[in-house]
C-alpha cells in the first residue's frame, strides 16, 4: 500500500528541513506517470521547492522574519501571528510531476518544510494523481 504520510519532527522554534528524501522514497510505489500534491494540515509551517544551501536556507527565514515579523493583532491571542503570515505567504503545498515513481525535481531542486512555530511534530500528505 503506498504511503500517503510522513511525519517530520521539528526540533527548533524556526527551521527548515529537506523533506525530499522521505517524500521520494513514499512515491516510489507508483509506477506510472502522475502528479504528486505535497501538502501540510497546518498553519504555522509550509512547504516550498528550492535549493538546500545553507546561506539560502537562513535568507528565507530571515525574509519571512522582515516582511512578516513584529507586533500583529493575532498575538492578542496566540502570540504567534508572524508564524501564521509566514505560512500563509510560502503556502501549504507544492504539486510535482512524477515520472515512474520518481519526483520530477531539478538538479538542484529540493522539498524543504518551514518550521516557524516548533519544535512540533509536522504531518505531510501526499496525494497522486494519475499514476
Ligand atoms: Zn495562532
Redesign the pocket.
Known amino acids: 500500500v503506498p504511503v500517503s504520510e510522513v511525519t517530520v519532527r521539528t526540533s527548533h522554534d524556526r527551521e527548515i528541513v529537506d523533506i525530499t528524501v522521505p517524500i521520494g522514497e513514499a512515491v516510489n510505489a507508483f509506477a506510472g506517470e502522475g502528479l504528486v500534491c505535497v501538502s501540510v494540515p497546518h498553519?504555522?509551517c509550509c512547504v516550498y521547492v528550492n535549493e538546500n544551501e545553507d546561506g539560502l536556507v537562513e535568507d528565507i527565514l530571515d525574509t519571512l522574519q522582515r516582511v512578516a515579523g513584529g507586533a500583529w493583532r493575532?498575538d492578542r491571542i496566540?502570540s504567534?501571528?508572524a508564524a501564521?503570515i509566514g505560512a500563509s505567504l510560502i503556502g501549504n503545498s507544492v504539486s510535482l510531476p512524477l515520472r515512474g515513481g520518481r519526483l520530477v525535481l531539478g538538479t538542484w531542486q529540493r522539498i524543504m518544510l518551514v518550521e516557524l512555530d516548533g519544535p512540533r511534530r509536522r504531518t505531510v500528505h501526499l496525494t497522486v494523481l494519475g499514476a
Open positions: 498553519c504555522t493575532h496566540d504567534n501571528a501564521h
